[in-house]
Nanobody, 121 residues
């Protein structure tokens, strides 16, 4: 079995910073792309940032220059450093990973349970 567990969410004032992290555990052979998604109240879940195993990253336009995604392949972890936070960044942030388990020839897509980030104005 595979588990993705996020941590680090919370309440922060506009203009502040917050860092969230996610660890993947289980019988994991290799993790390809890891990413963060956000679901704001009443809206669909949307991609915030992704990072490949080699470190190539991609961001939602509205967070470019403010958010930084990084990962530690040895620890199966992905991080999101969020600076200059805005109220519109509020939402549940979900970790996502595209990975292959030991003994499997196929990649599967997995989600964490989410962590709440609230930015007050």
């Amino acid at each position: 079995q595979v588990q993705l567990v996020e941590s680090g969410g919370g309440l922060v004032q506009a203009g502040g910073s917050l860092s969230i992290s996610c660890v993947a555990s289980g019988m994991i052979s290799v993790i390809n792309i890891m990413g963060w998604y956000c679901q704001a109240p009443g809206k669909q879940r949307e991609l915030v940032a992704t990072i490949t195993r080699g470190g190539f990253s991609n961001y939602l336009d509205s967070v470019k220059g403010r958010f930084t995604i990084s990962r530690d392949n040895a620890k199966n972890m992905v991080y999101l450093q969020m600076n200059s936070l805005k109220p519109e960044d509020t939402g549940v942030y979900y970790c996502n990973a595209d990975l292959r388990m030991h003994g499997s020839g196929r990649y599967g897509n997995y989600w964490g349970q989410g962590t709440q980030v609230t930015v007050s104005s």
